[in-house]
């Protein structure tokens, strides 16, 4: 089964993200290397790299390939950087990221789904992504600042405490909408602290769900 599933990682990179125009050789990398059939429910890990979601536990699911990989894309993620993953569900997106920056702090609302991802995330020895449990809108503000922050669910509006917790030309890239209507954003701090935003498409994304 490994080298089938090989086969289909190489498929998922060729068909689903470099015919899409991700074109960025970190992300492509670090995709080729996590074995993403480890993140899915053991009866679907032969869909593992079709370029569709798939479901979790608790009514969440875990991002098609092509949406992980063009939020990590635009969220420009080098090896020195500190990484916020707000939404672990599977842990997959936290365990890319991890082979492109130097950390990653991933915070997941649902601690039996933060659980799992952890024992999965253990196995395969990844070992500078730090596991929280918590209200992602609130961010991890302790462990900041942060050089990126991405988001696995939509919100209405970005957070301020998220853009609070940026470094200066830090990256926010999350869905923002509701169920009429979702758009992947890019938002981005210059050096002078001024907020610049980029459009990079429709999505559908399940609702962040926040107590606050």
Not at 15 to 22: G, K, N, P, Q, S
Not at 141 to 154: M, N, Q, S, T
């Amino acid at each position: 089964m490994g080298t089938n599933f090989e086969r289909e990682r190489e498929r998922m990179l060729r068909e689903h993200l470099v015919a899409r125009d991700i074109t960025d050789e970190r992300v492509l990398s670090a995709m080729a290397e996590v074995p993403r059939e480890r993140f899915v429910p053991e009866r679907l890990a032969a869909s593992a790299y079709e370029d569709h979601p798939l479901p979790l536990s608790d009514g969440q699911t875990i991002s098609q390939p092509y949406i992980v990989a063009a939020t990590l894309q635009a969220a420009a993620i080098d090896e020195h950087d500190v990484v916020l993953d707000i939404g672990t569900g599977s842990g997959y997106a936290a365990a890319v990221a991890s082979k492109m920056a130097a950390s990653v702090v991933s915070i997941e609302r649902i601690a039996s789904l933060s659980q799992q991802a952890a024992s999965v995330i253990r196995e395969l020895g990844y070992d500078n992504i730090e596991l929280l449990v918590g209200d992602g809108a609130e961010g991890a503000r302790d462990r900041g600042p942060f050089d990126a922050i991405v988001c696995a669910a939509a919100v209405e509006q970005i957070p301020s405490t998220w853009s609070e917790q940026l470094t200066p030309g830090g990256r926010i890239v999350a869905p923002v909408g509701g169920r009429a209507g979702q758009r992947l954003r890019s938002i981005r701090r210059d050096a002078d602290g001024e907020i610049v935003e980029t459009d990079l498409g429709g999505v559908v994304f399940v609702p962040l769900i926040s107590e606050s």
